[in-house]
């Protein structure tokens, strides 16, 4: 069964589609179990989307084998109900969930504070008492968009009304898909510059990472729908744009000095595609390439990330983990992945929360991995990069370092 996502553009809200289902168990609870994470309960630090998103991505394979919903709430929580599903499957997840987030006072190791994180029910014994329990949270739900209603209706109008966007389904991506298929995608290529940049020392180009602009994409084909809100159907549409990435590259890469970079699915490194570019890109240019591989991509299925980075081991391709939070990065072994390189996500709340000793640890981790080896993307501020340099990074990407970059006179 499909994992299900936050939902917008006047489709139910998650509140509605879980009473729902909840009702329709009542005859079918024979091996049905759930689990309710409490993440409202976190600091706000810790329930930003991408954390939110990471730590439902963990439940995919449980819920797609074990005819399960996954529901992410407004409130942020998320419940999980899945079928024939062992108790510990479930609470495998649930402790890499807390593992995720075990600096949260919520989540502490001695799991004092586990009846606060996560509620369970076997659904043959507990159904009752969970069908209370959803029907709370639903009216809970129903008197927050109730105050909403009021406030919004209490304020002035706007001279203009922006509408709200819509969810990507089946039948807008086959009509964005239509929409590339005969158009000329270089024109939404973008190029990033990776920098190598040391205290007191200007930029110096390592190589350029290659991406569709999806931003750009939206806008110029469909401004009003929301591209990320189905996992599923979202990841069908960067497999197509993986296959026009490829067909575009080696042409568009011939005149370019600098290392290329391109952050595609695992998947198409598997497809005849790949064979296919990698045909043309190697007549065309002699240049070194960097394969960017997303975490959540390698993680939803390990064999087939290991097959891939093989494969592009044996033809002389560098592969790069991209996706890491700095809560993540420590929890992974370069070298036991057989990974090249790895990508660290900086945002604004990064330095609030690497301090003290998770500093010092989070620099152990750079060392231990190899400067050269990490990556600090989305560097949009000077902020970004001095937290960088106090933790022995030294390659950085991002807005910032193309202003830098810019001023030098440096063109990609």
Not at 247 to 260: S, T
Not at 283 to 311: C, G, H, P, W
Request: a negative charge; one cysteine or more; aromatic letters at 8%.
């Amino acid at each position: 069964m499909a994992l299900n996502t936050r939902t917008s553009g006047g489709l139910p809200d998650h509140e509605e589609l879980l009473l729902d289902y909840t009702l329709r168990l009542e005859r079918h609870v024979e091996g049905r179990r759930a689990v309710h994470l409490h993440m409202s309960k976190l600091r706000k630090l810790n329930q930003r989307d991408h954390y939110l998103r990471i730590a439902s991505n963990n439940f995919s394979n449980l819920v797609n084998d074990h005819e399960g919903q996954l529901y992410r709430l407004r409130n942020n929580d998320i419940v999980v109900i899945v079928k024939n599903a062992t108790v510990t499957q479930m609470d495998e997840i649930v402790l890499r969930i807390k593992y995720l987030f075990g600096d949260d006072p919520l989540v502490d190791s001695e799991g004092e504070n586990d009846l606060e994180f996560v509620t369970w029910y076997n659904l043959e014994n507990d159904y009752d008492l969970f069908v209370r329990d959803i029907k709370f949270i639903h009216n809970e739900y129903r008197s927050s968009i109730e105050t909403e209603a009021a406030e919004t209706e209490n304020q002035p109008q706007a001279a203009e009304t922006i509408a709200p966007n819509q969810a990507l389904d089946a039948r807008r991506l086959g009509q964005m898909i239509e929409v590339i298929s005969t158009s000329d995608v270089t024109s939404l290529l973008r190029r990033q510059t990776v920098c190598a940049i040391l205290p007191g020392e200007t930029a110096r180009p390592v190589f350029n990472e290659i991406f569709v602009s999806i931003d750009t994409l939206r806008k110029r084909v469909m401004p009003e729908v929301d591209l990320h809100a189905n996992r599923w159907l979202f990841q069908h549409l960067t497999e197509f744009l993986d296959v026009r990435l490829l067909r575009a590259l080696p042409d568009a890469e011939r005149a370019v000095e600098l290392p290329a970079s391109i952050n595609i699915n695992v998947s198409t490194i598997l497809s005849d595609e790949f064979t296919n570019f990698e045909r043309q890109f190697r007549i065309m240019t002699q240049k070194t390439l960097l394969v960017e591989l997303q975490s959540i991509d390698v993680f939803s299925d390990l064999s087939a990330f290991n097959f891939a980075r093989d494969y592009l081991h044996e033809r002389g391709y560098r592969v790069c983990l991209d996706g890491l939070t700095p809560q993540s990065f420590p929890l992974i072994r370069r070298a036991e992945f057989g990974l090249d390189m790895e990508k660290i996500i900086w945002d604004e709340n990064t330095g609030e929360e690497i301090t003290g000793g998770r500093s010092e640890a989070f620099r152990e981790t750079i060392r231990s991995t190899g400067a050269a080896r990490v990556v600090l993307c989305r560097c949009d501020s000077r902020e970004a990069m001095d937290f960088g340099h106090a933790h022995g990074i030294t390659l950085f990407q991002g807005r910032y370092v193309e202003r830098l970059l810019s001023a030098a006179g440096h063109h990609g």
